[in-house]
T-cell receptor, first 113, second 117 residues
């Protein structure tokens, strides 16, 4: 089946620890995105990548880092510099042929111990 | 900067009835895309319907349709024959068609829809 997968479903982070969230897609989409969702708020863009080996900061990039070494993969690292990481993280990808629609993965819930 | 506003934090509808969710947006651009996404309790974001600003015809997908009023910057979602499975958080989103650096969806804060049996 074609789609976007995220792992793990739940992730626990200790103080001072870096953690990495996985996002993989087999839709052959060029563009990929990371969003953060907090209660009572819409999604906010963390980082995005339009092609391999290129990525751009979104609105709330501080404390996060990404890489895009392969078209299929766009992992997000939550670093110790992110002081309030507890949130729901959603990865998305986009097919330029389909009216700019972004399709989302199932998400990862990050909690701080 | 573009903004999206959903003024109804919660809505409720009886099963088989019709409900309309409101969305307004602010932009100085003339070409853009608008979307409605559904987020059920599983929290997966599911595309419901999309609209290109240059198209005057309102988009329709089965029981879901939109009322797109470009001059008023309004983009409401109508759900007909509501079903229990329609219960979810609904997000309105905007995307510029300009591309380039403005390459993101801008979301409203969502409307939580309850469907009463």
């Amino acid at each position: 089946d074609g789609g976007i997968t995220q792992s793990p479903k739940y992730l626990f982070r200790k103080e001072g620890q870096n953690v990495t969230l996985s996002c993989e897609q087999n839709l052959n989409h060029d563009a990929m995105y990371w969003y953060r969702q907090d209660p009572g708020q819409g999604l906010r863009l963390i980082y995005y990548s339009q092609i391999v080996n290129d990525f751009q900061k979104g609105d709330i990039a501080e404390g996060y880092s990404v890489s895009r070494e392969k078209k299929e993969s766009f992992p997000l690292t939550v670093t110790s510099a992110q002081k309030n990481p507890t949130a729901f993280y959603l990865c998305a990808s986009r097919d330029r042929r389909l009216q700019e629609t972004q399709y989302f993965g199932p998400g990862t819930r990050l909690l701080v111990l | 900067a573009q903004t999206v506003t959903q003024s109804q934090p919660e809505m409720s509808v009886q099963e088989a009835e019709t409900v309309t969710l409101s969305c307004t947006y602010d932009t100085s651009e003339s070409d853009y895309y608008l979307f409605w996404y559904k987020q059920p309790p599983s929290r997966q974001m599911i595309l419901v319907i999309r609209q290109e600003a240059y198209k005057q015809q309102n988009a329709t997908e089965n029981r879901f349709s939109v009322n797109f009023q470009k001059a008023a910057k309004s983009f409401s979602l109508k759900i007909s024959d509501s079903q229990l499975g329609d219960a979810a958080m609904y997000f309105c989103a905007y995307r510029s068609a300009a591309g380039g650096a403005t390459n993101k969806l801008i979301f409203g804060t969502g409307t939580l829809l309850a469907v009463q049996p």
